[in-house]
């Protein structure tokens, strides 16, 4: 047995023994989603300090635990603060509690996140449909000897954001007027910004929003056999599309700013991928 899958197990082996909840839907709270758990049925919680061997983020706002709950009807697991790649975690760390999840029960993936808007057709306070990503700027949580019991060898990433849960986020979005944007989304390492030529090349790859999350999550999901969607914040402009340098106070701002709609479209799109799966 790896070294990697032995933590996981042990990680879940101590999550059955402080939680009795079996989630369909994993939702990742991103910057500006940090209360949305006060807006659902919480049944329980877990603090990460309480799952032995379990990574711990370090960003000044992220808390740090799981949440079980239901939306609407829905049981779901909610990452209240996730784990970076730039915090100094090795990659599979970072990937671990994606992978809890799965185990915990859930079938769809739903990832949202603050990002910084590299198409000029976008203004902050935007939502993008993440269409698609680029991840080869991080390394792959597939890296090492595989581990078979959770996925093939060679994953295919054809589809790796679901086609029909984008048809579902995209009429949920029509039927609440609310505008989403769709493009693809890229994962740089962080924890500085970028500076204006590496957006430019960022947009030459073909990169609408640049952020230092997700992609490596959505990788270690489709390896397991998840149903992926996301939904990201364009907090700010990237560096060099405006002349203003960028903080992250501003991201906080906007993601704060545009909060409210959010959870609306969040929960909605949750409730109607339910009936899906």
């Known amino acids: 047995m790896?070294?990697?899958?032995?933590?996981?197990?042990?990680?879940?082996?101590?999550?059955?023994?402080?939680?009795?909840f079996s989630p369909k839907v994993a939702l990742v709270l991103g910057s500006g989603l940090g209360d949305y758990a006060d807006s659902i049925k919480v049944e329980t919680e877990l603090d990460y300090h309480d799952i032995e061997g379990f990574p711990i983020s370090t960003v000044l706002g992220h808390q740090g635990k799981y949440i079980f709950g239901y939306v609407g009807e829905v049981p779901v697991v909610c990452m209240k603060g996730r784990v970076h790649y730039y915090e100094g975690y090795d990659i599979s760390d970072v990937v671990l509690p994606i992978r809890l999840m799965k185990l915990m029960g859930a079938e769809v993936l739903f990832l949202t996140n603050a990002s910084g808007g590299i198409n000029t057709c976008f203004q902050a306070g935007d939502?993008?449909?993440?269409?698609?990503?680029?991840?080869?700027?991080?390394?792959?949580?597939?890296?090492?000897?595989?581990?078979?019991?959770?996925?093939?060898?060679?994953?295919?990433m054809s589809s790796i954001y679901d086609?029909?849960?984008?048809?579902?986020?995209?009429?949920?979005?029509?039927?609440?007027?609310?505008?989403?944007?769709?493009?693809?989304?890229?994962?740089?390492?962080?924890?500085?910004y970028e500076t204006p030529v590496e957006i430019r090349m960022c947009r030459?790859?073909?990169?609408?929003?640049?952020?230092?999350s997700t992609a490596c999550e959505a990788v270690a999901a489709n390896h397991m056999g998840m149903k992926i969607c996301g939904?990201?914040?364009?907090?700010?402009?990237?560096?060099?599309?405006?002349?203003?340098?960028?903080?992250?106070?501003?991201?906080?701002?906007?993601?704060?700013?545009?909060?409210p709609l959010f959870k609306k479209l969040i929960t909605e799109c949750i409730i109607n991928i339910a009936k899906d799966i």
């Open 163 to 192: 086609k029909e849960l984008q048809r579902i986020i995209k009429r949920t979005a029509a039927l609440l007027d609310i505008p989403i944007q769709e493009g693809v989304y890229i994962q740089l390492t962080g924890p500085n």
């Open 231 to 259: 939904i990201s914040c364009i907090s700010n402009m990237a560096c060099g599309i405006t002349a203003n340098p960028l903080t992250h106070k501003e991201v906080q701002e906007t993601a704060d700013r545009v909060a």
């Open 204 to 212: 030459t790859l073909g990169a609408d929003a640049v952020g230092m």
């Open 2 to 20: 790896s070294a990697v899958y032995d933590k996981l197990l042990k990680c879940y082996e101590c999550f059955k023994t402080k939680v009795n």
């Open 127 to 156: 939502f993008m449909l993440i269409k698609d990503q680029i991840a080869n700027f991080v390394p792959s949580p597939l890296i090492g000897a595989n581990i078979d019991e959770l996925g093939t060898r060679f994953p295919d």
